[in-house]
Structure formats: structure tokens, C-alpha cells
């Protein structure tokens, strides 16, 4: 039987209960004997007998303990709520106890709890006074904010309040403010708890963070109390430790109250008035000193202490670092107060800025720099987080560099993850252009043995630092590969991704990309993201190797295939993609190639993805020209610049250590970001099959001898589609996907929309306007009509439709523009496209025989009614292409009306409201020369010389 | 501020947990689970901070007993870490030499005396003999009344009221 404490009154059938459970000797015999005694407090609590203040507050207590030992409780709170009715003080506490613990705020019997509150908080024992407020505090739930938001604060400031109810009023008000932040006025009483700040010493604590909290949420109010906190500042660290007594801990003059200080002065700038910063200068100058001297006692209390006032006051030397200022030291400021009424402008305080040395800043650095290698593992790791903070700073970042090598000692020979953590992170924040290849390189020899909770994120940060230092490409692609080799399943995919990106934007990269993942992959196991990485550079530079007869077209193929089979479903359709580029890069493999897309085990697959793939890729390698293939899978075109994927993943992770260091992290770039619109990244894989879905293998064959090639990139290219089809996705990008489905009636059109929002979250204010451009006002070429609104949100995942209705009231050129804006995640997003609105969706083909053909072309013959060119074929003259290619512009092609077969003819009439404009055309190929001669007559001059250009 | 803290033995066993803010039961369950094993399975020698989830836990142990707070990011480490030794100070002043048994014999007090201590998850009092003397003070209101309890108490457990 343990000693029961011969102070307050035991309950001995309590501690008999207590021994009982754990006198059991097994988890059974335990819930036995729970169950048998709430067996026994409810039939008390049901019983007859009214049961006596005592005995309520031993049941109660007893539920309390099974309540702790993590059983549920679902009886006994109305005997507790009674207990606070007691006149006895123990009955009460056990009362106040059992609610604080056991009651959730949504209970029933809130009412009459905060009933009871009222009355112990107007009681004249300050003891009963004190057991509400800490309840209020305890509790906390907005039922009590509202309750007692008005009684509390005047507690606060009550002239009868003792201290011990002051000090707990104050911490009860805390907690209100937390809870309900507009349910209080500040204002009001800011004065009168501002100057708590110059009251007796012993409740300051509370009262400072009640300020401290008061400020963040109205620091307007509170500015007031930033000299008064400096002047209380100043006087405790000039005590000597025998002043404070009480509030003296282990020699350290009431360290609790200076760390409340200090936080509460980093809520404000420095202050302006001379004398109060000087005074806050000469504080942090006399932390620092203290720090110098010898301690007064051994025991790890008292330098903890010590140390916990000093790096509070490097956080608040940091903080006025942050806001530009630099902190004068003392020999200096002493001088300039006293020419202070002439010299204040900011031009000499940053003046002698320049001039001071040490600083503040550097000083609070070589303080930490000897934490780096204390023996106590507690300060190495405070120092190191320190740091990061100060790596920020351009006046104390060279200061923390020269730790580097300290640092690096720390991530090899520290025992606790936790410190080493920290070194990585210190790492990552003082690396720079001198140092990134050591540090790289340290890193990515630590993450071999690193742990596993830590992995991912330091190879987000190899990753980050590789291509923020990069010098040159070889480097990075390197690095990024070893990080793959020794770390792939930590690998995410904004990493790959970005590697890719960065060799397709890097011409000077592209060869060595290629000839080292070849060299990786032939490793023989090599992990999945590595097959990914290959798959993709080498179908798009494969070609940049295979001169070399060790890495032939077959040898490489053959090595990225041997790889197929054991990888997941996403890659084989990576892959797959790689192997149609193959066929397109190196003729030659085609039928090995062929051979593979159209055996069953992909043609016939499970998976869906993979079997259209299959499917669509053995098509195009088998039915299209050559030419064709080239187009359609030519190198990928530049990405858009933008900030890097990981390290927006990073910040994810990690919010506050990636602000401190990553300013101007993007990649070096000829680039311009003419493609902004273009699909991000992420989702490259899947706008790589689209660009298939999108073409349907017979426009494909048509079109594709005036395929505009080269530079116009993939935009330029989907929207020229868009004059011979009347649907398709029109735009994507990671958040957004907009497909469009259009109709077309003589002069009416019908433009349906369907708006796809991509991510997880709802996208707001959304918008979607149409305009024509270069249009006058007054005579619009088209009428516009919505029949509703757009919504003005999507929700993550859905689509909505939007259906516009137009009518060509005369001729126009170009196309109406939609201009989308929209919010993701706050931040607005603007899109304009142009919508697939064209002068030949109006037209309608008009069959005629030879006859009737000839005698209007012969009407037509002005010199402004006709338009000819005459262009090189860029693809093998086709007849029969062109022919298709006709009909689906709009005209009618007619046949047997010209002479010579080889020619094609088409007529057709652009309806508008306001006129009909027939249009005749004539296309003459010579196959020698590889050339057109396109001509085309309308009654409309304009309109011959428009469809002249869109044709050509 | 600090948002909890658990008192529990090297078994696991929690003697004494106090939430500073509104978190649900089950929650907190989970809380206790996962903090638990993992200070537990931390070597001595090792520091006393912990980054986990958006908290920093600041632990340290005494004897069987291992006494464990969570902060904010922007909070204080070592005090915390004071905060804690203070705290066992207290107790150790108050019950004379404390252990494991006395918090689990009063576990009532141990709350009493962490309120006097610690509110809303700031401190209340940093000095130990003004938290002592609160305590006592209460203390002194229950022994008014102790006698006719204790008889009435012994003669219950028996049966025989």
C-alpha cells in the first residue's frame, strides 16, 4: 500500500479502488472489476437514498479514474454538475474537476454548469473564484466565450481582485480570445491592460501573454506597450539573481517573464524613439554578454534557462533583421544618440550600419557557432535550427557558411535523427553557388543511409539545390539519376518530371541525358522511376546515340523492352509512347516495333489505357506516311518556364523552411513564355495520348500536307484542327480542361463548352466571356448570345456546360475570343482561347456540273474577286487527301468538271444574315515541281483572299 | 503556447493527460497512441525535441516516469523544457520525494496543482512557492471538514452506514 498523502482528505475508498485495479493481474480481471464497480456507482446514484455530498464526490472521482485509464463514461455527469452547488470547497473542486475533463461543450448540461460558474465567479472567496476561471479556461467552448466574455476582463482590472484571481483572469481571458477572437473588444480596456506591464512583478507572466495575444490580433492597440515591455526588459536583465527571489530560477533572473518579453517586442517593429531602442539594444547586447560568461552553476537547469533567454533574443535579432534594419552596437549608438536631433534620417543609420562591425546579427552567429559543437545534444540541435533562420539574412548568411564543415560533421556522426534533420536543413538553406556541389554531393552520400521518414523530403531538396546550382547540365542530369539510383522509391514524380523538362528546355543537355540513362538502365536492376526517365529521353533524343553501334536503335529498344514487363501499367504506356517515337526516329526497328504493339498481351490487355495505346499507335505506325509520323511525333516542344514543381511540393511539406532561401530559384532560360498557356507538366503523359485522341486518323491523312510545321507548337497546331472538326479539347492545363462541341446552320452556330476542372478543390468566380476582336461595335460581324450564366464556381472534379449561340451576321477573319478567369486557391487565373469559330463553318458546298462551274468562274473575273498562290507541297501531292480535306473545310468537290483529273475543283456559299458570298475553287498540283497553284474566286473579293490564306 | 501535455509511464501507461485546446476524443486517442511509442522507442542521450506533425514536442524523463508537452513552431524549446522540471519540482515539494505511485494515488491533486501551475496553456505562476502555497491553501479548506468525513468514510466501506 503506497503512502497516501496525510494533507487534504483521502478517500480511502478511492485508493482501495486504485489498488484493486492494480493489484489485477491481467486486462481482464480488470475490466471485471471496472465493471462491477459502475455497477455499483450507478445503483448508488439510482438508488432511493439521496446520497451525501461525500459520497457523490467519491463516486464521481472514481468515474474520473476509470474515465483516465481510457474507459468510456456515460453516466454520472449531473452528480458532478451538483457537486458544484456544494458549499464545501473539496466537493466543489472534484466537481469542477470531473467537468473540465469529462464534459464535451456541446453537453445538455452546459446551461447549468455555466449557471454555477456565475455564481462562484461573483463569490466573495477568491479560492471559489479562482475554481470558475479555471474551468472557464479549461473548458473554453464558445458557450463559455460568450458567457463569461465581459465578466472576465473585468476581473482583469477589477481594484479588489487579489493577484492570484488577476492571473488567472487573465490567461482565462486568453483562452476566451482564442476561441471566439470577434466575440471581444479590445480597444476598450487596451490602456488599463497595457499598464499591467508596469504592476507588481508576481502575475506579469500572464498578464505578457495575454498581451502578447491581444497584439497579434490588434497590434494598433496594443503599440503602447512596446516601451513599457523594454523598460521591463531592461530592469530584469540587469538584476542581479538574488532581486527577483521568488521568481529567480536557478540563478537565472525570471526567465519565463524575459521570453514572454521578447516574443511580445518581435510582434512590432523596432521601436522609433532613440532612447527606447537604444535601451532594447543595450538588453540583447547584455544577453548576449551573459552568454560569456561563466556559469554560475553546473546544473543543466541553469544554462537551459540561460540559453532559452538567449535564443529568444536572437529570434527578436532576427526579426529586426527582417524588417531591414540593422541594429546599431552599442558603441556606436551612444554617438548617434546624441546627434540624434539633427542626424535621424534613415540614410545615416544605414550609413553607420555599413560602418559597425560586429553586429548584432553576426555576434548571435558566432554564439550559435559554438552551440554547433556543445556536448549537451539539446543545444546543437537549437543551434542548427537557429541558423537556418539566419542563413536567410544577407548579413549573417557568410557568417553561418563558414560552419559548413561543422555541419556536415553533424549529418555523419550525429546519433539522433532529429539532429540530423536539422543539419539537412541547414544545409539546404546555406548552400549556394561556391558550396552546391559539396553539399550535393554529402547529401545524396547521407541519403544512402538516411532515415526513411526523412527521405522524401531531402530528395526534393537534392533535387532543388541540383538544379538551382546547376553550372552546368551534365552535373544535374548526374545528380538527379544518383538520386533515382540510390533513392527511387523516394523519387516523387514532380522530380522526374522536372528532369525531363529540363532537358527538353536544355539543347546543351540533351545528348548526355540520352547517353546516360542508356548507361543506368543497362544496370541490371534499376528501379522504375530510372525506365521512366530513360523512356522518355530516349524516345525523344535516342537519336542523339545511336551512331554509336553499342547503343543502335535495336540495342536500345531491346534494353528499354527487357524492362516492360516488370513495370506498372503507368510506365508501360510510357513506355509505349517511347517505342511510336522509336518507329518515327529509327525506320529501321519499325517492324520489331510493330511486332510488339500489336501482340495481344498489349492489344488485348486489361488495362484500358494500355490497350488503346496499343491499339492507336500500331494504326498510325501502319496507315500514315512517313511525313506524317514526323509530324505528329516530333520532338516535344519547349515547356513554359515557371516555378519549379517540387519546390512548390516542398513548401507543401515544408512551409516555413523553404521561405528562408529560395528567392530566384528558377532555372536559367532563353526562353520566352510566349507558351504560358501550354499544359503544365504533370501532365504530359496523358496530353501526349490526347494529341491522338484528338486527331481522327482520316483529318490526320488529309490535313497533313499543310501542316503548318516547326515552331508553331502544339497550340497553333490544335487549333488549326479545329477548321476541319467540330469538337475536341480546345485547352488544358493542369487545372482546367475545356472541351468544346460545335453545330453549324447556315448563318446559326451553337458553341457548347464544357468546363473541367481538374483538381481537388473548387474552383471560384469563374467567368467566361466572348469577344470578337477587331470588331466595330456598332456592326458586329457576329451576334453573341448566352442562354444562361456560366456557373460562377466548379466544384474539384466537375464539368459544366455552357452553351453559346451565335449568328454570322457578314464576314469576318480570325476567330471570336473566350476570355476565362477564374480563382484556384485564391490566387486569379486568366485564359484567353480563341474559340472555334471560323468564316468556313458557314459555308455549305454547292454541287454543280461542268458546266454551270465554268460559266461562274468565268462571271468571277475581275482581278479583285480572285486570289491565287502558288506553295510547295511540304507532303507527297494526294489527290484523294485533298479531296477529303475539301469536303471537310465546307466545300462541295466536285467531280468530273475539270479536264484534267488531277485538278480539284469545289464550290460552296458562306451564309451570313446579311449576305451570301459563293465561293469557287480550283487546286492544280504539279508533281514534278512538288507544287501548288491554289485559286479561288468569290463574289467577295475579301472572301477569296481569306479562304486562299486559311488554305494555304 | 503549449497544446497538451501527457504524463506516462515507460510501460505506456498514461498517469496524467491535460488538453490545452479543443480536440475530440478520438483524436487524442490517437495523439497519445502515436506519441507515446514513439518517445518511448528514443534512446537517452538522444534530445529532448521532436518535430512531429505541426507540433514540436518537447519530452524529458525522471525516473519511471516520462513527462511530455507539446508547443508551437514559434514557441520556446528550453523553457518548455523548464516548464516540465518546474512541474515536477512542484510535485516533488508537494507529496515529498515524488514517484509514479503518488500521481497515481492523487491523481486528483496532480490536476489541481498542474491548474495552479499552468493555464491555457501558458503559465500561470513560475514561482514554485506561490503555486505550493495556492495549493496548500486549498488544501487547508478540506481539512476543516476531514474529521466527520474519515469516520463516516471507514464505517461506509464496511457496509455499515
Keep these: 500500500m503506497p503512502t497516501v498523502s496525510s494533507r487534504g482528505d483521502a478517500m480511502r475508498g478511492l485508493a482501495v479502488f486504485i489498488s484493486d485495479i492494480r493489484n489485477c493481474k491481467s486486462k481482464e480481471a480488470e475490466s471485471k472489476r471496472i465493471n462491477k464497480e459502475l455497477a455499483n456507482i450507478r445503483s448508488k446514484f439510482k438508488g432511493d437514498k439521496t446520497l451525501d455530498g461525500y459520497s457523490k464526490k467519491k463516486y464521481v472521482c472514481k468515474l474520473l479514474f476509470i474515465f483516465l485509464l481510457g474507459h468510456d463514461i456515460d453516466f454520472g455527469h449531473m452528480e458532478a454538475v451538483n457537486l458544484l452547488s456544494s458549499n464545501k470547497y473539496t466537493e466543489k473542486q472534484i466537481g469542477y474537476l470531473f467537468i473540465s475533463v469529462l464534459v464535451s461543450s456541446n453537453s445538455d448540461l452546459m446551461k447549468l454548469i455555466i449557471q454555477n460558474i456565475k455564481n462562484d465567479i461573483s463569490s466573495p472567496k477568491p479560492v471559489h473564484v479562482n475554481l470558475a476561471l479555471h474551468c472557464i479556461a479549461n473548458i473554453g467552448s464558445v458557450e463559455m466565450s460568450e458567457a463569461f466574455g465581459q465578466e472576465v476582463p473585468k476581473l482583469l482590472v477589477s481594484a479588489h481582485a487579489s493577484a492570484s484571481v488577476k492571473q488567472s483572469a487573465a490567461l482565462c481571458l486568453l483562452r476566451l480570445i482564442r476561441t471566439l477572437p470577434e466575440a471581444m473588444t479590445y480597444a476598450e480596456w487596451a490602456s488599463r491592460v497595457i499598464h499591467l506591464l508596469n504592476d507588481q512583478h508576481m502575475w506579469l507572466t500572464a498578464a505578457t501573454s495575454l498581451i502578447h495575444t491581444l497584439s497579434q490580433l490588434s497590434p494598433g492597440d496594443y503599440k503602447g506597450c512596446v516601451s513599457l515591455a523594454v523598460s521591463r526588459l531592461s530592469r530584469i536583465v540587469t538584476s542581479t539573481y538574488t532581486d527577483l527571489q521568488d521568481y529567480t530560477y536557478y540563478f537565472v533572473p525570471a526567465p519565463w517573464l524575459s521570453v514572454k518579453l521578447l516574443r511580445l517586442l518581435q510582434c512590432y517593429p523596432v521601436p522609433e524613439e532613440p532612447a527606447v531602442r537604444g535601451r532594447l539594444v543595450e538588453c540583447l547586447e547584455t544577453i548576449l554578454n551573459k552568454c560569456q560568461e561563466p556559469p554560475k552553476s553546473k546544473k543543466v537547469q541553469h544554462s537551459n534557462s540561460k540559453n532559452a533567454v538567449l535564443f529568444e533574443a536572437i529570434n527578436l535579432i532576427i526579426h529586426i533583421d527582417s524588417l531591414g534594419l540593422v541594429l546599431i552596437p552599442q558603441p556606436f549608438w551612444r554617438q548617434v544618440d546624441l546627434m540624434l536631433p539633427i542626424l535621424l534620417t534613415s540614410e545615416f543609420i544605414i550609413f553607420l550600419c555599413v560602418l559597425s562591425e560586429p553586429n548584432l546579427l553576426v555576434r548571435a552567429c558566432n554564439q550559435l557557432g559554438q552551440f554547433l559543437q556543445h556536448r549537451e545534444t539539446n543545444l546543437r540541435y537549437l543551434a542548427l535550427e537557429s541558423m537556418c533562420l539566419l542563413a536567410g539574412s544577407e548579413f549573417s548568411a557568410d557568417a553561418v557558411k563558414k560552419h559548413r564543415e561543422t555541419v556536415i560533421n553533424a549529418l555523419k556522426t550525429e546519433r539522433d535523427v532529429s539532429v540530423r534533420q536539422r543539419a539537412v536543413d541547414l544545409l539546404y538553406a546555406m548552400c549556394d553557388k561556391t558550396n552546391s556541389e559539396e553539399i550535393v554531393a554529402e547529401m545524396l552520400a547521407y541519403l544512402k543511409k538516411a532515415d526513411y521518414a526523412i527521405r522524401e523530403e531531402m530528395v526534393l531538396k537534392v533535387a532543388i539545390l541540383s538544379e538551382k546550382y546547376a553550372s552546368d547540365y551534365t552535373w544535374y542530369v548526374d545528380t538527379i539519376l544518383k538520386l533515382i539510383r540510390v533513392a527511387g522509391d523516394y523519387v516523387s514524380e514532380e522530380v522526374w518530371h522536372r528532369v525531363i523538362q529540363i532537358v527538353i528546355n536544355r539543347d546543351d543537355a540533351q545528348g548526355y541525358a540520352a547517353k546516360t540513362v542508356f548507361e543506368n538502365l543497362q544496370a541490371p536492376a534499376c528501379h522504375e522511376n530510372m525506365v521512366k526517365v530513360g523512356g522518355y529521353i530516349l524516345g525523344e533524343f535516342g537519336n542523339l546515340i545511336a551512331g554509336d553501334e553499342r547503343s543502335s536503335p535495336l540495342v536500345q529498344f531491346n534494353l528499354l523492352h527487357s524492362k516492360f514487363h516488370l513495370c506498372t501499367p503507368s510506365t508501360r504506356a510510357l513506355l509505349l509512347s517511347t517505342y511510336i517515337k522509336f518507329i518515327n526516329l529509327f525506320p529501321e526497328i519499325k517492324p520489331t516495333i510493330q511486332n510488339v504493339l500489336q501482340n495481344n498481351n498489349q492489344l488485348r490487355n486489361a488495362d484500358v489505357e494500355l490497350q488503346q495505346r496499343a491499339l492507336e499507335y500500331s494504326q498510325l505506325s501502319s496507315i500514315t506516311s512517313q511525313d506524317v509520323l514526323a509530324t505528329v511525333l516530333e520532338e516535344m516542344p519547349p515547356f513554359p518556364e515557371r516555378e519549379s514543381s517540387i519546390l512548390a511540393k516542398l513548401k507543401k511539406k515544408k512551409p516555413a523552411s523553404v521561405q528562408v532561401s529560395l528567392v530566384g530559384c528558377f532555372i536559367p532560360s532563353t526562353e520566352s513564355t510566349e507558351h504560358a498557356n501550354r499544359p503544365t507538366y504533370s501532365t504530359i503523359a496523358c496530353s501526349f495520348l490526347l494529341r491522338f485522341k484528338l486527331i481522327h486518323f482520316k483529318n490526320l491523312l488529309i490535313f497533313a500536307d499543310t501542316i503548318p510545321t516547326g515552331s508553331k507548337g502544339m497550340r497553333g497546331l490544335e487549333f488549326f484542327l479545329f477548321m476541319f472538326k467540330n469538337s475536341g479539347v480546345l485547352f488544358e492545363n493542369a487545372l482546367i480542361q475545356v472541351g468544346v462541341k460545335c453545330e453549324f446552320k447556315e448563318q446559326y452556330g451553337r458553341v457548347g463548352l464544357f468546363f473541367g476542372n481538374k483538381t481537388g478543390n473548387q474552383l471560384q468566380n469563374f467567368a467566361a466571356a466572348v469577344s470578337l476582336a477587331q470588331t466595330n461595335p456598332h456592326n458586329p460581324q457576329i451576334n453573341v448570345a448566352t442562354q444562361k450564366e456560366p456557373p460562377s464556381q466548379i466544384d474539384g472534379g466537375a464539368q459544366v456546360q455552357h452553351f453559346i449561340n451565335l449568328e454570322c451576321i457578314s464576314m469576318f477573319s480570325g476567330s471570336p475570343n473566350l476570355q476565362l478567369r477564374y480563382q484556384h486557391s485564391s490566387a486569379p487565373q486568366q485564359v484567353t482561347l480563341k474559340l472555334p469559330v471560323i468564316i468556313n463553318k458557314f459555308m455549305e458546298g454547292v454541287d454543280m456540273n461542268s458546266g454551270d462551274f465554268f460559266s461562274r468562274w468565268k462571271q468571277l473575273g475581275q482581278p479583285t474577286q480572285e486570289t491565287q498562290k502558288i506553295f510547295q507541297a511540304r507532303h507527297p501531292i494526294d489527290t484523294e487527301a485533298a479531296r477529303t480535306k475539301l469536303t471537310g473545310f465546307g466545300m462541295c468537290a466536285l467531280t468530273n468538271v475539270d479536264p484534267n483529273p488531277e485538278n480539284l475543283v469545289g464550290s460552296g456559299i458562306i451564309k451570313t444574315k446579311t449576305s451570301q458570298i459563293g465561293c469557287l475553287l480550283r487546286l492544280e498540283p504539279n508533281k514534278q515541281a512538288k507544287m501548288y497553284r491554289l485559286t479561288v474566286r468569290s463574289s467577295v473579293g475579301e472572301a477569296a483572299a481569306l479562304i486562299c490564306s486559311m488554305l494555304e | ?161
Design chain 2, 1 to 161: 503556447m503549449m497544446k497538451f501535455m501527457l504524463l506516462f509511464s515507460r510501460q505506456g501507461k498514461v498517469r496524467l493527460q491535460k488538453w490545452f485546446n479543443a480536440i475530440g476524443d478520438k483524436e487524442r486517442k490517437k495523439i497519445i497512441r502515436e506519441l507515446v511509442s514513439m518517445v518511448l522507442s528514443r534512446r537517452p542521450k538522444m534530445c529532448n525535441f521532436l518535430d512531429w506533425k505541426d507540433y514540436k514536442v518537447v519530452y524529458k524523463r525522471y525516473a519511471s516516469l516520462f513527462f511530455c508537452c507539446a508547443i508551437e513552431e514559434s514557441d520556446n524549446e528550453l523553457l518548455a523544457l523548464e516548464c516540465i522540471h518546474r512541474f515536477v519540482e512542484i510535485l516533488d515539494k508537494y507529496f515529498g520525494s515524488v514517484c509514479e505511485l503518488d500521481i497515481i494515488f492523487n491523481f486528483e491533486k496532480a490536476y489541481f496543482i498542474l491548474d495552479e501551475f499552468l493555464l491555457a496553456g501558458e503559465i500561470q505562476e513560475s514561482s514554485k512557492n506561490k503555486v505550493l502555497r495556492a495549493v496548500e491553501n486549498s488544501d487547508s479548506l478540506q481539512e476543516e471538514n476531514q474529521e466527520a468525513e474519515a469516520t463516516r468514510s471507514i464505517l461506509e466501506e464496511f457496509g455499515l452506514s
